[in-house]
């Protein structure tokens, strides 16, 4: 068995505890695509993956999440959402089309199982205010709120934002803890279209989580028995006492002339 096959599945058989808690199952990380090259494991924050002698990262196999990549040394720069699963190339952990470079990468700490946050129009916690509860949002215009979300206050859960609507372009993390202001999460404008969780499962790139144990194949709804049409009732046969209709006269005969 490939020894990141065998990393994934000790993975999903370890119990997780239901408090806030870091990782310490490992990411792997390896110098080319299709997981080629040289190979670096960690399991706890990297400011510098150079230091493990990878000159550059081409595919990630996250064995336990969530990670955050960054595209710059020390938690800084571009921002990379990294769940459980495999990325055999750098814009399989970006659709920003920006950066296929990650130089830094730390866990991230799942606040429970509930999710709750408050995004603001305006820097400072004010302006229009909308509250999402336990919900992914692929378009905040499709729930009557702009595209502007200049504050943050991400109450409970962890989140991941995007500057386009279907979770696409550049990504924001927001753990839990207060954004007075865009640069708090290292924004170049006030721009946030969609907003995810992020939980203790694979994310599926069509915008869903994968569950298989729920999601069962339905039964197919059985076809509607036809209704026979209304036979209709036959014709009552004439009484002894009712006159029987009279025959047609016959045809009156020209008289000679």
């Not at 990380?29 to 706890?44: D, M, P």
């Not at 949002?137 to 502007?148: E, N, T």
């Not at 504050?151 to 386009?164: E, F, Q």
Request: proline share 11%; aromatic share 12%; with cysteine.
């Amino acid at each position: 068995m490939p020894r990141s096959r065998w990393l994934l599945e000790r993975a999903s058989r370890e119990e997780l505890k239901p408090h806030t808690r870091y990782w310490n199952n490992p990411v792997l990380l390896f110098e080319f695509e299709n997981f080629q090259g040289c190979k670096a494991e960690f399991s706890a924050e990297c400011k510098d993956v150079t230091e493990k002698k990878l000159e550059k990262v081409g595919s990630v196999i996250v064995v336990s999440g969530p990670w955050a990549g960054y595209d710059r040394h020390g938690f800084t720069g571009e921002q990379f959402i990294l769940e459980k699963g495999e990325y055999p190339r750098w814009d399989t952990w970006t659709n920003s089309q920006n950066s296929d470079t990650l130089l830094s990468l730390r866990p991230l700490k799942v606040d429970g199982d509930e999710h709750k946050v408050h995004l603001y129009e305006n820097p400072g916690f004010t302006g229009r205010k909308m509250e999402i509860v336990d919900d992914d949002v692929p378009s905040l215009w499709g729930h009557g709120f702009q595209d502007r979300v200049a504050s943050v206050k991400s109450l409970s859960g962890t989140w991941v934002g995007y500057m386009y609507p279907g979770y696409r372009g550049r990504q924001f993390i927001f753990e839990r803890g207060d954004f007075k202001h865009w640069n708090d999460w290292e924004a170049p404008s006030p721009q946030i279209q969609s907003i995810r969780r992020v939980r203790d499962m694979q994310w599926h790139k069509r915008g869903c989580f994968l569950d298989l144990a729920s999601a069962k194949t339905p039964a197919p709804t059985p076809a509607p028995t036809p209704t026979p049409a209304p036979t209709p009732a036959p014709t009552p046969a004439p009484g002894p006492g009712s006159d029987p209709e009279p025959a047609p006269a016959p045809p009156a005969t020209a008289g000679a002339s």
